[in-house]
């Protein structure tokens, strides 16, 4: 059976060391070889940057996240063994793991770090698709003779790499498609390599869980449960025409997944479908001035990210969360499309007024959609704001004078609310 050292890198067959290094870390699986769709999943990456970083956290349950009443972005396995999951509300992880240390989001820092898995990943191939910062899918079919290695090879080069150069680990999802590669990815973390075969896909798939389809959530969790599915066997009993009946569009893709089916391509060119962001109060606030300030400096942050991409925004977003949890969410489209953070920001202020609702929040979000290329954006003006073209180009003066001289060369007094 072909086998590979993921420390060495040497291929061999059958043993279950490696004969050159005697190291166990080896992946055996007879169409190691021939399988070239993988999935890329960087191990609590916030958190173990975090602990590259800062040595003195080695060892220690470390939370990526903020604030008591904020969310956990991320947990190192130290934590997760305490029962902390990502999304988790921060008083309940640290009612879970109340020696935890808590750390909150350096975004700058993951994301040069993503940038430089991502050029390791581009010297393998161009077919890359990004999920996240963080993971992403890759096709390696046609890359052997480039090479010299196979698909499998070249990968556990990529995640010996990541270790030796970033001080960072990855796991690896190897298949015959996006599906499997990415169940996969997910089934020897940390710093694992497994592999999904064509030959084994039934059998593997048969008796498990259909939670584990990626994008199955909780409310279609209970639906599937309502209809007797638990498993993939109990989906492979539902002709195609009766799952589509039943639950739609997901319904044809439940079909083809329970028999091992993904017929998605990997796209280096997905596009990016919204730009937001969004904050989770220490405490509910009604505070108008409060808010003012918040409105602002999330259009900023939406504004930045759509500037440093080129991108624009046909429609603005206002989301809103009360104390009870009801969700308030208000959108509308623009006349032409923006990238501006003055403009996103009296939209999404304008909305916030049509609320009506005076709170108090514990949530406050805004972003842009539609999204298109800048070039077309913030062309038609204002008849109805004089202002408008004055204030634009102030922004853009400003944030010519941000990239020579830094972030905070200019704050607007709006910011410090």
């Known amino acids: 059976m072909p086998a590979l050292c993921r420390d060495c890198l040497t291929q061999f067959d059958n043993a279950r060391r490696c004969p050159a290094c005697a190291s166990p870390r080896v992946t055996r699986h007879p169409e190691l070889w021939e399988l070239s ?17 800062d040595p003195s956290l080695e060892g220690k349950p470390v939370i990526i996240g903020g604030g008591h009443r904020g969310v956990v972005s991320t947990a190192c396995y130290v934590a997760r063994i305490r ?32 940038r430089a898995i991502r050029a390791m990943m581009e010297e393998l191939t161009p077919a890359i698709e990004p999920l996240s910062l963080d993971e992403a899918f890759l096709d390696m079919g046609g890359t052997a003779r480039l090479h010299g290695a196979p698909p499998a090879v070249m990968l556990a080069r990529l995640v ?37 075969g064509k030959g084994e896909t039934m059998d593997f798939l048969r008796e498990k869980p259909v939670r584990m389809i990626w994008g199955v959530g909780a409310a279609a969790q209970v639906s599937l449960d309502k209809a007797g599915i638990r498993t993939f066997s109990d989906l492979l009993r539902w002709e195609q025409t009766d799952l589509v009946a039943r639950f739609g569009g997901m319904g044809e893709r439940l079909y083809h997944l329970a ?28 505070d108008p001035d409060l808010l003012d300030g918040h409105i602002w400096r999330m259009a900023e942050k939406v504004a ?35 990238q501006l953070a003055d403009r996103i920001y009296r939209t999404a202020r304008a909305l916030f007024d049509q609320v009506g609702d005076k709170g108090p929040y514990r ?35 400003t944030d010519a004078i941000r990239e020579r001289f830094g972030g905070k060369a200019i704050v607007k007094g709006r910011t410090l609310r």
């Open 83 to 114: 029962g902390v999951r990502s999304a988790m509300p921060m008083f309940q992880a640290l009612k879970l793991c109340p020696e935890a240390v808590v750390i909150r989001p350096r975004m700058e820092e993951y994301v040069k770090a993503s």
């Open 37 to 53: 769709i993988a999935h890329m999943d960087c191990d609590a990456f916030y958190a173990s940057v975090e602990k590259r970083d």
């Open 363 to 397: 949530l406050l979000g805004c972003g842009i959609s539609d999204l298109c290329d800048a070039s077309s954006a913030d062309k038609l003006g204002d008849l109805l704001d004089p202002g408008a073209v004055r204030r634009s180009g102030a922004e853009r003066a």
């Open 259 to 286: 028999r091992g089916e993904d017929f998605r391509r990997v796209s280096a060119h997905t596009p990016m479908k919204s730009i937001t962001n969004e904050t989770t109060f220490n405490e509910d606030t009604a």
């Open 160 to 196: 010996r790499r990541m270790k030796l150069e970033l001080g960072l680990t990855g796991s690896i999802g190897l298949s015959h498609n996006k599906f499997l590669a990415k169940v996969a990815s997910d089934l020897d973390k940390p710093h694992g390599f497994s592999v999904i």
């Open 304 to 338: 930045d990210r759509a500037k440093a991409k080129n991108l624009a925004g046909r429609v603005v977003t206002l989301k809103l969360k009360r104390a009870d949890h009801t969700l308030l969410s208000r959108r509308i489209s623009l006349s032409d499309p923006t």
